[in-house]
C-alpha cells in the first residue's frame, strides 16, 4: 500500500504560477506511475497529468499541455506538479495517483491509490 499527501495548492492570480507536491510513503517500490487528476465544482476528476516512476515517459492532458509540467525525485519519493499562465478554469481540488495505468484519457476509477487533495483557486 502506498500512501500519498499532497501540498502547495492555494489561491493565485489568472497568469500566476504554482508548484503541487506529492510524497509517496510505504511500499514506494511498488510505484510505476504516478500523477495527478483534477476534480472542478459540478464536474467530473479528469486526468491532467502522469510520469513514470523510472525511465522517461511524462502524459499530459490537452488542456493543460505546454502549461504544466510534471518531475520527480525518487531520492524523495515525490513529485511534483509546476503549474504555469494558470486560468480560472484550472480551479479545482487536484488529487495526487499512483497506479500503472495512469495516462491521457484514463478513467479515476480504476486508480487504486489517492492523496486527500489539494485545493487551487484561481482568481480572474
Known amino acids: 500500500q502506498v500512501q500519498l499527501v499532497e501540498s502547495g495548492g492555494g489561491l493565485v492570480q489568472a497568469g500566476g504560477s504554482l508548484r503541487l507536491s506529492c510524497a509517496a510513503s510505504?511500499?514506494?517500490?511498488?510505484?510505476?506511475?504516478m500523477g495527478w487528476f483534477r476534480q472542478a465544482p459540478g464536474k467530473e476528476r479528469e486526468f491532467v497529468a502522469a510520469i513514470r516512476w523510472s525511465g522517461t515517459g511524462t502524459y499530459y492532458s490537452d488542456s493543460v499541455k505546454g502549461r504544466f509540467t510534471i518531475s520527480r525525485d525518487n531520492a524523495k519519493n515525490t513529485v511534483y506538479l509546476q503549474m504555469n499562465s494558470l486560468k480560472p478554469e484550472d480551479t479545482a481540488v487536484y488529487s495526487c495517483?499512483?497506479?500503472?495505468?495512469?495516462?491521457?484519457?484514463?478513467?479515476?476509477?480504476?486508480?487504486?491509490?489517492w492523496g486527500q487533495g489539494t485545493q487551487v483557486t484561481v482568481s480572474s
Open positions: 510505504g511500499r514506494t517500490s511498488s510505484l510505476y506511475k
Open positions: 495517483a499512483a497506479d500503472p495505468r495512469l495516462g491521457v484519457g484514463v478513467s479515476a476509477s480504476v486508480i487504486n491509490s
